[in-house]
């Protein structure tokens, strides 16, 4: 669905940059419909070139010129975008923030108290439009704001509506999730080249295991349990694997991934909330 608005990014970093692409892929926004912010001249004009959009120095201009604002720098510098734009800053605009830990009340704080914020928790899959995005609505922002933003992220992948407070979860599962595949991708071929196979062989089944095993699991609603007992023949060499993986406590590693990740996330809307104006 093309959203016929115009949408600035306000740091086009990795994750920005993975949801523009997304966008233009999809058709849900044409180049002239986003302007991205970036402070380096040398990522302004590798932006504008790649993408077509434009890309300009000024928050300001950018916030001013769009009706939806997605906020994209980390959260550590946000309170410096945050400040630069207040006053561009009315309820005509919807604020998008994509920012981990950060609070809807300490973007509000900054910006206004009536100011429609939505928050979301993208991942960077969105690039290649099988992104996975939670949202959740801000105390001031209408049905229709959650729809248009949902509309924007249903774009790139799926989406989820979620309270506030899980966000910091889902930004331990599925927004640093990304990171947590690409190492086992990574050791995957590393296991292949280790018995033999060439790296980029190794490489390609490992990447394609991984999404075909993920695909399996969606598209049959199976449990992954059932799935992995289909694999494993008695006496067999699935069965030989998975062992040699439970000795080595990978699920326990994995849930203590997501753990830390939500903590980290957790803490740093701690500090967001924390910060005197
Ligand atoms: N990467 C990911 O997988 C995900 C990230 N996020 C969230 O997205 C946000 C961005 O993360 P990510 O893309 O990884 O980070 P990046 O560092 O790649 O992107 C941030 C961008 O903002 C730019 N920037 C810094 N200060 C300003 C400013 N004052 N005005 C405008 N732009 C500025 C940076 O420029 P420069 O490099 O020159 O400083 C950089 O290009 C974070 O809040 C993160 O929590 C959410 C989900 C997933
Ligand atoms: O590491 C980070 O801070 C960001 C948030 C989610 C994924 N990457």
């Given amino acids: ?5 115009k949408i600035a990014f306000l740091g086009t970093g990795n994750m920005a940059e993975a949801l523009v692409k997304g966008l233009l892929r999809a058709g849900t926004a044409d180049a002239e419909e986003i302007v991205c912010t ?4 040398d990522r302004r004009e590798e932006i504008g070139k790649r993408y077509g959009v434009r890309c300009i120095a000024s928050n300001v201009e950018a916030a ?3 009706d939806i604002l997605v906020l994209s720098v980390k959260p550590q510098t946000i309170d410096v975008l945050l400040d630069e734009i207040a006053p561009a800053i009315d309820h005509h605009k919807l604020v998008v923030s994509i920012a981990a830990g950060v ?3 300490a973007i509000a704080r900054k910006l206004g108290a009536g ?3 939505v928050r979301t928790m993208p991942n960077t899959p969105a690039l290649v439009g099988a992104g996975a995005t939670a949202l959740a609505r801000g105390a001031h922002a209408t049905e229709e704001d959650l729809l248009q933003a949902k509309a924007l992220f249903e774009s790139v992948g799926t989406t989820v509506l979620v309270e506030e407070h899980q966000l910091d979860a889902v930004t331990g599962l599925s927004g640093s999730g990304p990171a947590y595949v690409f ?5 995957l071929a590393d296991g292949g080249v280790k018995v033999g196979l060439a790296r980029p062989v190794a490489m390609a089944l ?8 993920a695909k399996l699991v969606l598209e049959t609603g199976e449990h992954p349990g059932r799935l992995k007992d289909q694999v494993t023949s008695p006496g067999g060499t699935a ?3 998975v062992h040699a993986l439970e000795l080595g406590g990978l699920r326990a590693a994995l849930m203590a991934a997501v753990e830390a990740a939500t903590d980290r996330s957790h803490e740093l809307g701690e500090k967001a909330a924390s910060k005197k104006d």
């Fill in 38 to 41: 970036e402070p380096r001249a």
């Fill in 1 to 5: 669905m093309a959203l016929r608005k």
């Fill in 64 to 66: 001013e010129e769009a």
């Fill in 183 to 187: 190492l086992a991708i990574e050791a």
């Fill in 103 to 105: 609070p809807i009340s």
């Fill in 239 to 241: 069965i030989a694997g």
């Fill in 206 to 213: 490992a990447a394609q295991t991984v999404m075909g095993a």
């Fill in 115 to 117: 100011v429609r914020i």
